[in-house]
Nanobody, 126 residues
Framework: QLQASGGGLMQPGGSLRLSCAAY????????IGWFRQAPGQEREGVSC????????YYKDSVKGRFTVSRDNAKNTAYLQMNSLKPEDTAVYYC?????????????????????WGQGTLVTVSS
């Protein structure tokens, strides 16, 4: 199981850190993806981190603002979001798949991931 948390209401330019807690599987064996879904829009890949944290990937629009990390000792992944913009408003999800040790070339496709946690809502508004 995966559980995302840390969402909330933030003004533009602010920061939030999302957490993804994992239960019931060998967390450090698998890559973790972060996705988001805004109202009326398709789910999109935001970031991905490999099982040991050695490789990270980002959607172009969040590069330089978001940082993905993980603490395998705590079975938790993080998404640090800085310089938030209204267009970052969405429900954010963390996800994994038992076939993914590293983030593949299609990491931003929801179909690449099998297990999804409950999302956490991020609202960026003044």
């Amino acid at each position: 199981q995966l559980q995302a948390s840390g969402g909330g209401l933030m003004q533009p330019g602010g920061s939030l850190r999302l957490s993804c807690a994992a239960y019931g599987f060998l967390f450090d064996d698998y890559a973790i993806g972060w996705f988001r879904q805004a109202p009326g829009q398709e789910r999109e890949g935001v970031s991905c981190i490999s099982s040991k944290g050695g490789s990270t990937y980002y959607k172009d629009s969040v590069k330089g603002r978001f940082t993905v990390s993980r603490d395998n000792a705590k079975n938790t992944a993080y998404l640090q979001m800085n310089s938030l913009k209204p267009e970052d408003t969405a429900v954010y999800y963390c996800t994994t798949d038992h076939l993914l040790v590293v983030c593949g070339s299609d990491w931003s496709e929801p179909s690449e991931f099998e297990y999804w946690g409950q999302g956490t809502l991020v609202t960026v508004s003044s």
